[in-house]
């Protein structure tokens, strides 16, 4: 089916860009379809590599949708492939794999959506309009019939793709009525694929925000994590804000947007928390480091570091200030922040290993801004990397990229002084060896030289003397045992 007001020969060139780029998987495909149609069944490429075919992108998905029960589609398979699986048989999906192409053929729905529990009642359809209809975004309603290859767009798929628009092939207020996660879809496509949302579309994401609460927070994060791993971001979570949907699913972004007041003593903290995302976003992958041999890599896209250069400032609102001078004070904001992304993480189901290093770097964001004028002892400087661990390389990129200050004198200053920490970091690193940094006497030598059993103070006596080897350096056993005992002289326990 064609538009009518394309000329055919568009189309005709269209698919023909479309079959060159899916030329990989078209034995494949043409075979599959000479299975079905030789038993009577229609069958066709649908939704995402269609899609990506128009727009020159590799996509790994191959998914049919096709005329025949999930009965008929099992039998006809199973002989062709060399494993089939039916766990999505409630949907009409069956799955199967034959060398290293895997395919999911799925029976033409025509879901009927409960409003209340936004569950569909899987119901199949008898047409593939019928089945491209209820799809999410008209760009994802396209279809290419198998073996034929004949271009199927009844909505208009290929106009949106040129125009690089969002819009669904229903009404937008039906489509996310029946399913508000295609609302949170629509901001991860803006930011994968750099496309516009329709105005209509638009309108009914801000119209029908506040039914994103009844999806579950493991979709929602799930849409989240697509959309912070794309290109560009920042699209996709402007639209959430503009819309009024991140105020339901992450609103301490929106909560950034304070009041500017009218002397501007400080910068708009939600434009500048975008500015330094993308500036994280820039600095993924191989980066020369002061001191190092090697380019040191934090592997893009990396979530954990996009999280917390989103979220390192969420503490701001909670803690602003205005000082009786006419500045504007923020104090403590990391702390307070490192439990704001906490919570709103665990609220998002997020694993407990993301969670605790978003909050870690929350925490950490603000510690270079001690370093001044390179006056940190070595002690400082090897607390600083003892306190990041792992996370040191994310804090590098994330401690660059909260310079957002269009001030170039006081943005070179910022990246002269970091270097040069990083500089003191690499030595430091090649000398003592501080990723694994321990007391000079473990556990059994302290027990002993002190004559103590495990517990509470053997604790304390530990950590007293990792505090030592990290203000003062190696210094060898006898000097940590002199040290040791000295402390031991001080505590009560030792007159007991």
Known sequence: MSDPTTPTASYDALRRRAVSR?????????????????????????????????LGRSSHDLDLTTSATPEQTEALLAPWASATWDIGRDFGTIGARKGTDIVEVTTYRSDVYD?????????????????????????NAMALRLPTLDFVDPYGGIAALAARTLMTPSAPEVSFGDDPLRMMRAARFAAQLGFDVDPRVRAAMSELAGSIEMISAERVRDELVKLLLSPDPRAG??????????????PELPALRLEV????????VYEHSLTVLEQAVALEGPRVV????????????DLVLRLAALLHDVGKPATRRFESGGGVSFHHHEMVGAKLARKRLRALRFDKATINDVSRLTELHLRFHGYGDAQWTDSAVRRYITDAGPLLSRLHLLT???????????????????DGLEGRIAALRAQEELDAVRPELDGNQIAQVLQIKPGPVLGRAYKHLLAYRLDQGPVGQEAARAELLRWWGEQPESNA
Do not use: M
């Open 115 to 139: 409003r209340k529990s936004r569950k569909p009642v899987v119901a199949f359809g008898e047409s593939l309009e019928d089945d491209l209809v209820r799809r999410d975004f008209t760009v």
């Open 261 to 268: 007041d009218e002397h501007h003593r400080h910068k708009d």
């Open 237 to 250: 979570l402007t639209l959430l804000v503009d819309t009024g949907i991140a105020d339901h699913v992450l």
């Open 400 to 418: 660059r990229s909260d310079c957002t200050t269009r001030n170039r004198r006081k943005a070179a200053a910022l990246a002269a002084s970091y």
């Open 290 to 301: 002061p001191g190092l041999d090697e380019p040191e890599t934090v592997g893009g896209p």
């Open 22 to 54: 899916l030329a990989p998987s078209l034995p494949l495909l043409q075979e599959l379809g000479d299975l079905f149609a030789g038993a009577g069944h229609e069958l066709a490429l649908v939704g995402g590599p269609v899609r990506d075919a128009f």
